[in-house]
């Protein structure tokens, strides 16, 4: 096999082959994930600036909010620079610890995202619930005990997907057929057994992806109980305007991931591959492209920052 060691089957090296029968377009469809990838850098960057420096921003929901930028700025450079090498240089091969290292983070930061999306909106619940004793529930000690417990979590189930991988061997060739190194596009390599990949791949779905979105639900429908609930329509109002960034950032998330989900496991031969490579890309660059537009277009207070920072550094020019 071409780039193998034969007496192991483990490949040296991997091929990604970038977006299959598109490589003549990979310059332009390389443009508008460059922007996306610049948009997000910048956005998510300065909200972190902004964050650590506005000292009325130094609250819990904006504490995670600040994690939740950190992981997406983090996931996209695990492989947008990688792709752009690959549609802009032609540089495909990458080695195959590297292929396993890309893989891990890609699917760890994933699951923070999602854990940091489920801290939001607990936050939000104990927030709106709670408002008296919010200050006293959620202190940075809670903070940074839940966070870690969010990252521990990540980073334990997924180190088995990058042990289930090594096990195989490999004798399909060593061509990727996608723009990163996804668990089950090179578990497809081997000709080997690959069922405990594809079920251990579907529990830290569930164990993952499940839970928070189980969370989620449980937190925004006693939301909407206690809202209900409120003895004025102004209350009920300004109560709902505080979810409204995290709702749309929900979305965002959620609805490409179950997309891509779905797409992977039960669109067969129906949808052609360069359409499931497409939506896994935009699965991983889309929220946090838009996630710090969105808090920055539907929260007061960043917005309020934002004009303070500006004027702060005129000021500071003028002088």
């Not at 009325?56 to 620079?81: E, G, I, K, Q, W």
């Not at 969105?294 to 004009?307: F, H």
Request: aromatic share 14%.
């Amino acid at each position: 096999m071409h780039g193998a060691n034969s007496s192991s089957l483990t490949p040296r090296y991997f091929i990604l082959n970038g977006i299959p029968e598109l490589e003549a377009l990979h310059t332009w469809i390389s443009l508008p994930f460059c922007f996306m990838y610049i948009i997000t850098v910048l956005g998510n960057c300065g909200l972190i600036y902004l964050i650590s420096h506005e000292e009325a921003l130094h609250r819990p929901m904006y504490y995670f909010l600040a994690l939740l930028s950190l992981t997406d700025v983090s996931v996209c450079t695990s492989f947008v620079p990688n792709m752009l090498c690959i549609f802009w240089f032609n540089l495909k091969e990458i080695d195959f610890d590297a292929c396993l290292v890309q893989m891990f983070f890609i699917h760890m930061l994933t699951g923070m995202e999602s854990g940091v999306l489920m801290l939001m909106a607990l936050d939000r619940y104990v927030a709106i619930c709670y408002p008296l004793r919010y200050s006293t529930i959620l202190t940075n000690m809670v903070i940074t005990k839940v966070g870690f417990a969010t990252f521990s979590r990540s980073v334990l189930l997924m180190i088995p997907f990058t042990f289930l991988i090594r096990r195989l061997p490999y004798c399909k060739g060593n061509l990727i057929h996608h723009t990163y190194c996804d668990h089950m596009s090179v578990a497809k390599l081997s000709c080997g057994n690959i069922k405990i990949n594809a079920i251990y791949g579907l529990i830290a779905a569930i164990l993952i992806g499940g839970f928070d979105m189980f969370c989620i639900f449980m937190s925004y429908t006693m939301i909407i109980r206690a809202v209900v609930n409120l003895p004025s329509s102004d209350a009920r109002h300004k109560a709902f305007s505080t979810c409204t960034s995290h709702i749309c950032a929900i979305v965002i998330t959620y609805v490409p991931a179950f997309f891509n989900f779905f797409t992977h496991r039960f669109g067969g031969r129906t949808i052609p591959h360069h359409i499931h490579i497409f939506i896994a890309n935009l699965y991983l660059l889309l929220p946090p492209t838009l996630n710090p537009i969105v808090y920055g277009v539907k929260t007061k207070q960043i917005r309020e920052g934002v004009i303070k920072l500006f004027l702060e550094r005129n000021i500071l020019r003028m002088s």
